[in-house]
């Protein structure tokens, strides 16, 4: 059985829960290894704020190049079948031809860091002509009257009914902007993604 997917417990671990989702969308329940989970959240939220505190920063780029590997590295001796691949710089753009793109129209899933007020990850999940499916892990409800209005912008929809998929549609015009608006990428020396397959159902 897939799981549904997970929201943020705090105000910074939208790195590991959005890798955790990867696993929770890719793999049933049944054949997850608690070692993956373990082994996330050990390596994640690594980054140190202004003040010198751990975790408040999120988590850094060199954590997700180290957890990407270590998955390929744990697929291997233990015969599971994830696959991951990490990119940067140039190479993370979303179009349907992209490696991003054929990735996800490959089934596999990826994790992406864009803004939203500050660098953020989320995961995307689908491509569908000029729009991707992504759950945002930062719980927000369309309802609240204190919800920012940057929510309500062109290339920006809400979804509520796919709980093991996705809970935005951003358009990919949005996404590509080198601006750090709301799901915008940014500049590209800022840019990360990392792709994830399950090498049993979808093709590398």
Known sequence: MKN???????????????????????????????????????????????????????????AML????WLNEFGRVKNFPVTCEFLSGREVYVSCDSR????????????????????????LTGIEGENIY????YY?????????????????TFITDQPKRANRLISTARLNRLSKGYYEMGPYDMREAVIVFNSEYSAP
């Open 66 to 69: 180290f957890l990407s590997n």
């Open 140 to 156: 927000e409800e369309l309802d609240d009257p204190e919800l920012d209005q940057e929510y309500f912008e062109d290339g920006i």
């Open 4 to 62: 549904l997917l997970n929201y943020q417990s705090s105000e910074y671990d939208c790195g590991p829960v959005s890798l955790t989702n990867a696993i929770r969308y890719l793999f049933d329940r049944e054949v997850i290894y608690p070692d993956i989970i373990k082994y996330i959240m050990l390596y994640c939220l690594d980054s140190y704020n202004e003040n010198g505190e751990i975790g408040k920063r999120g988590t850094s780029a060199s």
């Open 134 to 137: 992504l759950f945002d892990p």
């Open 100 to 123: 991003i793109g054929t990735a996800l129209r490959q089934g596999g899933a990826v994790l992406l860091r864009l803004f939203l007020d500050v660098s953020h990850y989320v995961l």
